[in-house]
């Protein structure tokens, strides 16, 4: 490959890596980070997302950041970027090694203005020493050219994403909450907002993959639970079963081996970039022994079955909700708002219901309550609670089938919300967040019926009531 030159003119960047490991992994994030070529105004920032980087001793030239109040790369990216201060934020994943002129890789062209984003691209590391290792380098799952040819729209890794300050702020940065999926649903809102995403195929960083089958397997269901959580989501877009996946590459190999060579060059057409180096796909095509193909397939096919069950889990990760039963419970289609509610006034614990996160993270959010959300119910949570609502209140579910007002949300909907405050203390309130809203209102209402539980007023008059003598 071509290497760039030593120099090129470029506006600051700041480098945010989240961490979530054990010192080990620690100090390899650490050395990877130092080795990187910085300019003037350039930063690099660790952000330790498991007090596990509070025993390392310090790095020269890096920032290291405690980030320990939701274990989750979103909240550790969202901590890192608060304190950012170049113009673009570069996002790089813990287990992946960067080359050392990654930044001036980026900048080459300069990006247009209309540019919210760049992706670079990510390519396996290493000779991985099992065959899950091997599995997800010549699977090749973080590939660019897959990311940006997404049929829904194009999307990128986090692993490698140059994200611009200003395109950040405009869409309020990751969603916290998630356990996967939050750096497509990243793209998606921001292209959503008005901006581009595009592809810096020679911007590599080097990636290793699980080396072990159960985190593997793991790995899978946490994907599989969010692609489903971007089905509810986005309207539209459809997960593509695993066995399609399979057909598809089974049918590109065939392809490949008949043309003997990539369809660029068979279409006598030029490519889009000059591929990576040997050395840089070192891993991606390993050398393979008899039966290797055989193997693939049985790991394709277990990880399909993951894929089934992970697509009927929540993608709330563990600890998310609180813990303690609340007093008071305010009910919003979309949270947190944009403007207009008042936080309300109270002592005891209070929890947020919203159906879905608002396509843009307000600021000062942080202030909010923690919230739970109807979309990261999974579907096995959904069907649950539906059949323990059923049986425990028939009487209540019918009467609420006919008083559900055209396109109200499905009962199966509400399940998971009534049953959380049938958890809650026996004297909770339930309101509306915002005063004025009849949608809002009326949801609240229905789930207090459904919980057998007290509805009242919005926020805005129960901080008014609460404040009177």
Request: with cysteine; aromatic share 6%; hydrophobic share 45%.
């Amino acid at each position: 490959m071509t290497q760039p030159p030593p120099a090129v003119r470029r506006p600051p960047v700041s480098v945010v890596v989240p961490f979530a490991g054990d010192p080990a992994a620690g100090r390899a994030a650490l050395r990877a980070l130092a080795a990187m070529r910085l300019a003037p105004g350039d930063q690099r920032i660790l952000v330790d997302n498991c007090g596990a980087l509070a025993r390392l001793p310090a790095a020269a030239g890096v920032q290291v950041l405690s980030a320990t109040g939701e274990r989750s790369p979103a909240h550790a990216r969202n901590a890192g970027a608060a304190v950012a201060e170049g113009e673009w934020i570069l996002f790089l994943d813990a287990d992946v090694t960067p080359a050392a002129d990654l930044l001036e890789r980026y900048f080459q062209p300069a990006p247009e203005p209309q540019v919210g984003a760049l992706a670079g691209e990510v390519l396996a590391g290493g000779r991985p020493r099992t065959w899950a290792g091997r599995y997800g380098a010549a699977r090749g799952f973080l590939s660019l050219r897959a990311h940006l040819a997404h049929p829904f729209r194009p999307r990128a890794a986090a692993a490698n994403l140059l994200v611009r300050r200003a395109a950040l702020q405009a869409v309020g940065g990751f969603f916290e909450g998630l356990r996967a999926g939050e750096d497509t649903d990243f793209c998606w809102r921001l292209q959503a907002a008005g901006w581009r995403l595009e592809g810096r195929p020679e911007a590599v960083v080097w990636h290793r993959y699980r080396e072990s089958l159960r985190e593997l397997r793991a790995q899978w269901r946490s994907y599989a639970a969010g692609r489903a959580w971007l089905a509810r989501r986005y309207p539209g877009f459809r997960p593509e079963p695993a066995a399609l996946r399979v057909l598809r590459r089974a049918g590109a190999r065939r392809a490949g081996g008949a043309a003997g060579r990539s369809p660029a060059a068979s279409s006598g057409r030029p490519a889009a970039h000059k591929p990576a180096s040997r050395r840089e796909r070192v891993g991606a095509r390993l050398p393979g022994m008899r039966g290797e193909r055989a193997v693939w397939l049985a790991i394709d096919v277990l990880l399909g079955l993951e894929e089934l069950a992970g697509l009927l889990l929540s993608n709330r990760p563990a600890g998310a909700l609180p813990a303690r039963p609340a007093s008071l419970v305010l009910v919003a289609g979309e949270f947190p708002p944009a403007g207009g509610a008042q936080r309300p006034g109270h002592d005891g614990p209070v929890r947020v219901e919203a159906r879905r996160r608002a396509d843009r993270l307000a600021p000062g959010a942080a202030g909010w309550p923690p919230a739970a959300y109807g979309e990261d119910d999974g579907a096995l949570e959904r069907e649950l609670a539906l059949a323990r609502l059923l049986v425990t209140s028939p009487l209540r579910c019918l009467a609420d089938r006919g008083r559900r007002p055209p396109g109200a949300p499905p009962l199966s909907e509400l399940a998971p919300a009534v049953a959380r405050l049938r958890r809650d203390r026996a004297d909770v309130r339930i309101r509306a967040l915002v005063a004025d809203d009849p949608a809002a209102a009326a949801l609240a209402a229905r789930l207090a019926r459904l919980a057998g539980r007290h509805a009242g007023p919005g926020a805005g008059a129960l901080a008014a009531e609460e404040a009177a003598p």
